[in-house]
């Protein structure tokens, strides 16, 4: 009997100190906003229609192209004369795109390149004070997504963007969104650019201006001008 409760003991400490998983590597729905699932099903019926050769996907900062006070203006003159399409929905985090992806976004569709923003809400920390994910966690969920939107479009190239720069200087979400980024980097090959234009937006102090970031977070028409600047040359090379 002795050996039986040693045994279960055993078991339960191996159970208890298990790593926990990578929750960037789940694909998950989300029931926030309300009309979350609505907009993924309107992504859906776009692909269902086809004719996509260049595709945006991320987060607000992607779904920011198509707001009046963000990118929208830009999207019109530079990117919807391409073709292009919008995926992008607002507080995505890697898992909600990698559900996306996997449940009917990229289907019938065979765009040339895909522009990819994503990670920086799996940063920094939850209401809890518990961290949303690790740097190496983040890194390791855009690859997967990378490899699973190279698996869905063969024939497509990825422009894959680092993390934007947000907060204050000093903030600890900072330091994490160089480390990813760093990271990142070295998922560039054949078939993926990485860019990171981060600097692009920082005064010389370091500062995000208000005047191009008002929320320190997503930019205004200033910030996609300069994102503009760095995907159309990129899609110049990409799209010959």
């Given at each position: 009997m002795k050996y039986f409760l040693a045994i279960v003991v055993l078991a339960g400490l191996c159970l208890c100190s298990a790593p926990?998983?990578?929750?960037?590597?789940?694909?998950?729905?989300?029931?926030?906003?309300?009309?979350?699932?609505?907009?993924?099903?309107?992504?859906?019926?776009?692909?269902?229609k086809g004719g996509?050769?260049?595709?945006?996907?991320?987060?607000?900062?992607?779904?920011?192209?198509?707001?009046?006070?963000?990118?929208?203006?830009?999207w019109t003159a530079d990117f919807a004369p391409r073709h292009a399409a919008n995926f992008g929905i607002g507080w995505d985090r890697i898992q909600n795109v990698l559900w996306r992806v996997e449940n009917g976004e990229l289907d019938g569709?065979?765009?040339?390149?895909?522009?990819?923003?994503?990670?920086?809400?799996?940063t920094g920390n939850e209401d809890n004070g518990r961290p949303r994910n690790s740097t190496p966690e983040i890194i390791e969920g855009v690859s997967n997504l990378v490899q699973r939107i190279q698996v869905k479009l063969p024939n497509t190239k990825i422009i894959l963007f680092g993390l934007f720069p947000r907060g204050t200087p000093n903030d600890p979400v900072r330091a994490q969104v160089a480390a990813v980024n760093a990271g990142l980097s070295q998922l560039a090959g054949e078939r993926v650019k990485f860019l990171d234009i981060g600097r692009e937006f920082?005064?010389?102090?370091?500062?995000?201006?208000?005047?191009?970031?008002?929320?320190?977070?997503?930019?205004?028409?200033?910030?996609?001008?300069?994102?503009?600047?760095?995907?159309?040359?990129?899609?110049?090379?990409?799209?010959?």
């Open positions: 926990a998983q990578n929750t960037a590597l789940i694909p998950t729905p989300r029931d926030f906003p309300t009309n979350w699932l609505s907009q993924h099903e309107a992504n859906v019926a776009t692909a269902r996509i050769d260049l595709l945006f996907l991320g987060d607000s900062i992607t779904a920011g192209w198509g707001w009046s006070h963000g990118g929208s203006r830009l569709i065979n765009p040339r390149v895909v522009i990819l923003l994503i990670g920086t809400n799996n920082l005064a010389s102090d370091g500062k995000l201006p208000r005047e191009m970031f008002p929320d320190l977070l997503h930019p205004n028409e200033k910030g996609y001008q300069i994102w503009a600047d760095a995907i159309n040359p990129a899609l110049a090379e990409d799209l010959k």
